[in-house]
Nanobody, 117 residues
């Protein structure tokens, strides 16, 4: 089973940029779908973006500002966050699986994104 570890979270100013990484212990070729989720304090975890076989899909709240990508050679998936807003703050998680079971792996620790001036 592939294990995923998130990193790259930091304090970022509104309007700033940040790149999150999701590193896999095994080949991400075994994960057709890799997704980013986030959870703000007191809120439920919400879906942010998918990479489905190399094609990105995005929640309306982040479309046009975030970009998901993968590097199969490095077994890593990225979330490029541009034009960050205060409502983007939260703990970001990655998960993966198949089209029918897109988040089949255990949830990790996530990485904290703080948006503040």
């Amino acid at each position: 089973q592939v294990q995923l570890v998130e990193s790259g979270g930091d304090l970022v100013q509104p309007g700033g940029s940040l790149r999150l990484s999701c590193a896999a212990s095994g080949s991400i070729l075994s994960l057709y779908v890799i997704a980013w989720y986030r959870q703000a304090p007191g809120k439920q975890r919400e879906w942010v973006a998918n990479d489905i076989g190399g094609t990105g899909r995005y929640a309306d709240s982040v479309e046009g500002r975030f970009a998901i990508s993968r590097d199969n050679a490095k077994n890593t998936v990225y979330l490029q966050m541009d034009s960050v807003r205060p409502e983007d703050a939260g703990v970001y998680y990655c998960n993966g699986g198949s089209h029918s079971e897109p988040a089949r792996l255990p949830w990790g620790q996530g990485t904290q994104v703080t948006v503040s001036s």
